[in-house]
């Protein structure tokens, strides 16, 4: 590590804005786990964070996980995380070249508002293009299928990438609740997909690319995500 986290610009973390899976009824939201591992790792090291959503204001959780989770209780339990995860940025708001980095957590919400959200879309071409780099775990790569460049094309054609499996969707038994499925679709962009098996801590670094394949994967994408900005 070369650089000091107090010379970097802070990570731009989005979450979904979307509450309700599909026709279902069935509440979603953002994976805690997939916001406060990576979180951790960055905080640890000095690293700013700035929280965003694609409408704004209180995030919706994607119900509240396992508080044996140390990492989930501590964050859970601290007023500035919490205050700041009830008063995201509006996407539209953000000026991305204040930040270093952009990641995009999961839970099944991202589905519906990452992909076509033009905010999203604006925020990863103005940062790739600054030579930031562009991360995502489990469905927060649903912001990717859409992405492009600056000079148009896509941004994870030919790019190995990790995301949330179809045969986990099937496992979740998500497969015809989602509106398309994740890791499939990232093919036909023309990424090359790396599969492992189903809850496997798979992380995948494609020059500024960088992507987790499930919440299992969140934490070690923070340290990736944490050492590529200090190198």
């Known amino acids: 590590m070369t650089k000091q986290a107090a010379e970097l610009r802070p990570v731009l973390f989005v979450v979904t804005s979307h509450a309700v899976k599909g026709a279902t009824g069935i509440s979603t939201g953002y994976n805690l786990a997939e916001v406060t591992h990576p979180l951790e790792k960055l905080q640890a090291a000095g690293i700013r ?25 501590r ?32 839970g099944h919400g991202t589905m519906w508002d990452f992909p076509d959200s033009a905010a999203a ?5 103005d940062i790739d293009a600054a030579g930031g780099i562009v991360s995502a775990v489990c469905h927060g790569p649903a912001a990717l299928v859409n992405a492009r460049r600056a000079d148009g094309s896509l941004l994870v054609a030919g790019k190995r990438v990790a995301a949330f499996t179809d045969d986990e969707e099937e496992e979740v038994q998500s497969t015809h609740v989602v ?8 093919a036909e962009r023309g990424a090359l997909h790396q599969n492992a098996a189903n809850w496997a801590d798979n992380v995948v670094v494609d020059g500024r690319l960088i992507t987790g394949q499930n919440p299992q994967s969140a934490a070690r994408l923070g340290e990736v995500l944490r050492d590529a900005l200090l190198a």
């Open 121 to 125: 879309q604006k925020a990863i071409r």
């Open 75 to 106: 964050y859970w339990a601290d007023t500035n995380f919490r205050r700041d995860i009830a008063h995201t940025l509006r996407l539209d708001d953000v000026d991305p070249s204040r930040y270093s980095a952009i990641f995009f957590a999961g």
């Open 179 to 186: 509106p398309f499925l994740l890791a499939s679709t990232l």
């Open 49 to 73: 964070v700035a929280f965003a959503s694609p409408q704004g204001g209180d995030a919706p959780l994607d119900g509240l996980e396992d508080m044996q989770d140390p990492v989930i209780a």
